[in-house]
């Protein structure tokens, strides 16, 4: 068996990898990467590493070459336009390889969702549909560590959490939860041909997070919404760059119309008891 990884230098990729190692021999693993030299850990501890750029069909097909599963990370870039032909360039080169089974990391209840990305996710997996390739489809929540990171030292500093997400509740998850999710689903048999919504069981608020960060620093801190225009403009006073302030006004508005408070099993299944906010504030801040 051969497990190939795109996008394997990525945050997301390199953790699936290290959960992996754990699980099959570093020889059973093929990270396909654009950057051949930032693998070079990866070839360190026994991985093969494959060229492959999802603007190129070719590449993609040879770093698929041989391979009896694949997990297909989708694209970063920002023009979604430009990231459904990338998915599509990926998807045909995993028929033209005769890969056996092709996992993708989707975007958690994307034929519900109103955010412009889901529709990125939803066409990649009708991409994948028309191949017949037995599918897994790893429809992720939004990362925690969009909204918990370093910055909220600023929220703790200043008192006061600023959002436009109202009472709006986040079935966010963290990146390295995703990756192990992915990482079992990979490794176990009866995967194929399922759909996963892979989403925190327990949402949390941002009145939530301000009274976790209170817990955690000793300091008070409070969530106050604000509207629309109002987060926009303080995320760029904070020192975001306009498109990241409005796109995470955008997110933010999504969540306070309910985008993100759906929940399932699906993850707890796969990889027991997800990280809590509280861990994750934690991690957050003790990483500055």
Known sequence: ????????????????????????????????V?????????????????????????????????????????????????????????VQ??????VKQIAYTGYAFAEESKLPLALVHMATEYAIRTTGIPYTFLRNALYTEVFV??????????????????????NAVNRNDLAFAAATALTEEGHENKTYNLVHPEPWSFDELAQVLSDFSGKHVVHRTVSYDETKDYLVNIGLSEPIAELSAVIYHAVSEGETSKTTNDLQNLIGTPTPLKESVKQALQAE
């Open 1 to 32: 068996m051969s497990i190939v990884v795109t996008g394997a230098t990525g945050l997301l990729g390199n953790l699936v990898i290290q959960h992996l190692l754990k699980k099959v021999p570093a020889n059973q693993i093929i990270a396909s």
């Open 34 to 90: 654009r950057n051949i030299e930032k693998a070079s850990e990866l070839e360190k501890v026994g991985v093969e590493v494959r060229y492959g750029d999802y603007m190129d069909l070719e590449s993609m097909k040879k770093s698929f070459d041989g391979a009896s599963k694949v997990l297909f990370i989708s694209s970063p870039d920002v023009d979604d336009t430009l990231r459904v032909r990338q998915h599509a360039t990926v």
């Open 93 to 98: 080169a995993a028929r033209d390889a005769g």
């Open 149 to 170: 990171n370093p910055a909220l030292g600023g929220a703790i500093e200043s008192g006061e959490l600023i959002t436009n997400t109202g009472t709006g509740v986040l």
